[in-house]
C-alpha cells in the first residue's frame, strides 16, 4: 500500500507532519529532548513569554478534573530577554520548526515582544497568546474583542516579519468575528483552542482547588468546543489553523485536520505521557487512510455537511 503523505504546510512553513507540542507543555524545548525523540514531530511551540520574567500564580496550579485539567500557570516565564539570548540559541540544532510565543498586557508590549523576535533567528514563527486566563492584565482581555485583537496582530506585525499565529480562546461569543479580525491585521494563521476557564472546589474545605481560585480547562472535556472553533474560523478565514483541545490520539488528530485544521497540537496528553506524541504520529497513517485519504492535507477542512 502507497505511503501516507503526512507533511503539511502552514501558511508557507512546511512541516514533515502536523503534529505540534502546544506551547506551554514543552517548556522551552529542550526539557523534552531527553525523554522523547523531538525530530520525530512536526513542531513545538514554546511557553508564552512577557517583556519580563514572571513567577507565576500562587500553588497548588494544577489540579485534575474528572474530564480533564485545571491549570493556573499564571504565565510563569523567563521572559523574552533570556528567551532570545539563551533558550533560542540552545535549540539550534533541535532539529524540528519551533515557534515562539509571546503575551503581552499592552499593545505597546506585544509590539516590543515582536522586535525582539524580528532578528532573534531560529524560529519558523510566532504565535502571539491573547488569550491566557490565568493573568489579570493581558491574555484574554485582548482576545475577547476584535478591535484589540487587530490592534495587537498589527503592532506586532509592524515590528516582526515572521509569520503570526493568533492563539484565540473559545470562551467568546463568537470567535469567527475575533479570528477575522486577526485576518484582517495580517495574521499568518490561527493557534485554537486556549484552555477553557473553569472552576474547581474542594466543598469540605470550602476552597477552590487552585491557588488563584480559577484556572482553564483542557483535555477531553473541551475537544468538541475546540472542534466546532477550528470548523468556524476554517469557513469564516481560510487561515491556517493550528487546531488543539484534547487531543489524545491519532483519530482525534484526523477530526480536528477535517474541521479545518491545517495542524495540530496536543496539550494535556504530553502532560499524562509525553511519548504519546509519537505514538500519535505513528498512528497518523491509519488514521488518514481509515478517513479515506492518502495524505494529510488532503483531509484539512473535508467534513461532509
Ligand atoms: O500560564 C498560564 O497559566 C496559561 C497560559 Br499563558 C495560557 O495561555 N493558557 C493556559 O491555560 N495557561
Known sequence: MADVDLTTDLAGIELANPVLLASGTAGYGNELAPIIDLPRLGGIILKSVTSEPRRGNPEPRIWETSSGMLNSIGLENVGIDALVDE???SLKDIGLPVLASIAGDT???FARLGAKLENAGGLAGIEVNVSCPNVERGGIQFGVDPGATKAVVMAVKENCSLPVFVKLSAAVADIARIAEAAGQA?????????TVPGLAIDAAK????????TGGLSGPAIKPIALKAVWDCYRATGLPIIGGGGIYDSEDAVEFLLAGA????????IFQEPQRAIELVDGLPDAIRRAGAASAR???GGLRT
Open 87 to 89: 533558550v533560542l540559541p
Open 298 to 300: 488532503e483531509l484539512v
Open 107 to 109: 499593545v505597546r508590549a
Open 186 to 194: 495580517g495574521a499568518f494563521g490561527l493557534s485554537l483552542i486556549n
Open 206 to 213: 470550602r476552597k477552590p482547588r487552585l491557588g488563584a481560585v
Open 262 to 269: 491545517a495542524a495540530v497540537s496536543l496539550g494535556s496528553a
